[in-house]
């Protein structure tokens, strides 16, 4: 098994396998030796007796539960430092919000077991992981390339880089380049699926009596209430979104764990109640707690759709609201 693999990152990646003389070789590749990177394991479960697919149903669930806690103890804290980071006092979430912190609890566990329950009936075993497999997979992502540059580069051209550089670029494509691809439309399609259902939840009457006002009896959200909904917006916006994301990406199991809890864990971050510059989620985009904390307010209620990574549906269409924007209002009818 040595002798097939190695552990760590691709050296060399332009040398071939000492048996070939060449990348293209009859008609197919002929690829270095794999190289295993540090995040991948060849177990065939990350935890014996356990399967992945359950650790992907487990992953939402813990991280959901574990940084609510980790707000609840900073909510509790009586740190006075965070005072400047905090978006609203303690006393305004008590009056202002409608539902009580046991009905919010409530309606997430519910959330949560359904979830699992759709999840258990979604999801499929992975296949085998070898090296043999990864081997198989490698050798016709390169008669892939080969296609490609072929196509793009000519014959000639094509054959020449491929020489030089078919092996490296097919090692970076299997570990990095597709797998970093597939997370980042995930992520693209879950940001899609719900700016559109929940905007439409907030145009129609219907939908927003009925169902997504249940969301905004949290008038100043809090980290545990994140996914506080009606049963039905759970299922819609949350499971079924995020179980388009895994299929039509393609998702292994190990990245949709990642995918399920990254995701959780984002939309626990936008309603932690904190503006916090050192916060890695708030840094990765302006989706953040303070621009979701907008569309909880009266005055943002029909602006921010978003969520819960990135902005570019609102810019795009036009549904973008800044505290700056707030302010300028506010000026223009003082003026008025």
Not at 183 to 205: G, S
Not at 232 to 244: H, I, K, N, P, Q
Not at 277 to 303: E, L, R, T
């Amino acid at each position: 098994m040595g002798e097939l693999f190695s552990y760590g990152f691709f050296e060399g990646p332009s040398t071939l396998n000492p048996t070939c003389s060449s990348f293209v070789t009859e008609g197919t590749v002929c690829l270095p030796p794999v190289q295993i990177p540090f995040y991948f394991s060849l177990r065939q479960n990350l935890f014996d007796g356990i399967p992945d697919t359950h650790i992907a149903l487990a992953a939402p669930v813990l991280a959901y539960w574990l940084l609510s806690f980790v707000f609840y103890c900073l909510d509790i804290s009586g740190w006075r430092w965070l005072d400047k980071y905090r978006i609203h006092d303690s006393e305004e979430v008590k009056s202002r919000n409608l539902a009580t912190p046991w009905e919010v609890a409530r309606a997430v566990l519910f959330q949560h077991a359904t979830q699992t329950v759709l999840g258990l009936a979604w999801l499929a075993e992975s296949p085998e992981i070898s090296v043999a497999r990864c081997q198989s997979e490698m050798e016709a992502l390169g008669r892939t390339l080969i296609w490609v540059a072929r196509r793009l580069l000519g014959e000639e051209t094509g054959m020449m880089f491929l020489e030089l550089r078919g092996p490296g670029i097919t090692h970076w494509l299997y570990w990095w380049g597709i797998p970093a691809a597939q997370i980042l439309f995930a992520l693209f399609i879950v940001d899609t699926w719900q700016y559109f259902l929940h905007r439409l939840m907030h145009t129609n009457r219907y939908l927003y009596k009925k169902i997504h006002s249940v969301h905004h009896r949290l008038y100043v959200p809090y980290a545990f209430g994140a996914l506080y909904n009606h049963p039905f917006e759970g299922f819609l916006l949350d499971s079924a979104g995020a179980a388009f994301a895994e299929s039509l990406s393609h998702l292994s199991v190990r990245q949709t764990i990642f995918l399920f809890a990254f995701s959780t864990c984002k939309t626990v971050d936008d309603h932690c109640g904190y503006s916090l510059p050192f916060d890695p989620f708030q840094m990765m985009s302006g989706n953040n707690a303070d621009y979701h904390d907008i569309h909880h307010q009266a005055v943002g209620i029909k602006s921010n759709f978003s969520q819960p990574f990135f902005v570019h549906w609102d810019v795009l269409l036009g549904t973008r609201m800044t505290r700056k924007d707030i302010q300028d209002r506010r000026n223009k009818v003082k003026k008025s």
